[in-house]
């Protein structure tokens, strides 16, 4: 049973493209999150939704938007994308009492060309 | 104020061997402080997390020692395995104002067992 699931895994586009990813947990958790790794492998959050409420919006270009449906989905939207985008992009859940614990999804990588 | 330091960038031992990851923090009201270990082509994996007033927790070969007054905590695995090759985070939970709890990861550290 797949805990943190997210689709697609590979994304290649064109700059300039719309491209959405989505994420699903059967956890439970009241809370995800999208993280952006780079390509040192650093982690940094994006945003963070807690009851589909928006809690965490770091400092990302508006390109970016963040929709949650309902407290077990949580999507990400990306608007003209830039070749800087190109990255690995996280899902992840947790309860918001127990935030240290993180689960994480496989995550999707996006190619922007 | 919300950094965490993470070192060494890569690190290499022997079938047996222990492995040390250290990090280091400046903001004093982080609560926790946990460890994730990320595979190849995976997300990351929480694999131990220790509370800032407990100097160790030890879990299986993995052994997190937290030394409060200089703001530092390491990793330690004991017996280093070739299937301990990863790259292991550091993290840090505060909380903010405006957004709540957030997670504050170090830069990772790309561990290679060799056999």
């Known amino acids: 049973d797949t805990a943190v699931s997210q689709t697609p895994k590979y994304l290649v586009t064109q700059m300039g493209n719309d491209k959405s990813i989505k994420c699903e947990q059967n956890?439970?958790?009241?809370?995800m999150y999208w993280y952006k790794q780079d390509s040192k492998k650093f982690l940094k959050i994006m945003f963070s939704?807690?009851?589909?409420?928006?809690?965490i919006n770091e400092t990302v270009p508006n390109r970016f938007s963040p929709k949650s449906p309902d407290k077990a989905h949580l999507n990400l939207h990306i608007n003209s994308l830039e070749l800087g985008d190109s990255a690995v992009y996280f899902c992840?859940?947790?309860?918001?009492?127990?935030?240290?614990?993180?689960?994480f999804g496989p995550g999707t990588r996006l190619t922007v060309t | 104020q919300q950094q965490v330091k993470q070192s060494p960038q890569s690190l290499i031992v022997q079938k047996g061997g222990i492995s040390i990851i250290n990090c280091a923090y400046e903001?004093?009201?982080?609560?926790?402080f946990p460890w994730y270990q990320q595979f190849p082509g995976k997300g990351p994996a929480l694999l131990i997390a220790?509370?800032?007033?407990?100097s160790e927790k030890k879990e299986g070969r993995f052994t997190i020692s937290f030394n409060k007054s200089a703001k530092q905590f390491s990793l330690h695995i004991m017996d280093s395995q070739p299937g301990d090759s990863a790259t292991y985070f550091c993290?840090?939970?505060?909380?903010?104002?405006?957004?709540?709890?957030?997670?504050?990861f170090g830069e990772g550290t790309q561990l290679t067992v060799n056999p």
């Open positions: 956890l439970g958790h009241d809370t």
């Open positions: 992840a859940s947790s309860q918001r009492t127990i935030s240290y614990e993180q689960y």
């Open positions: 993290a840090a939970r505060g909380f903010l104002k405006t957004s709540g709890s957030r997670l504050t």
């Open positions: 220790i509370r800032p007033d407990v």
């Open positions: 939704y807690n009851n589909k409420e928006l809690i």
């Open positions: 903001n004093t009201a982080f609560d926790y």
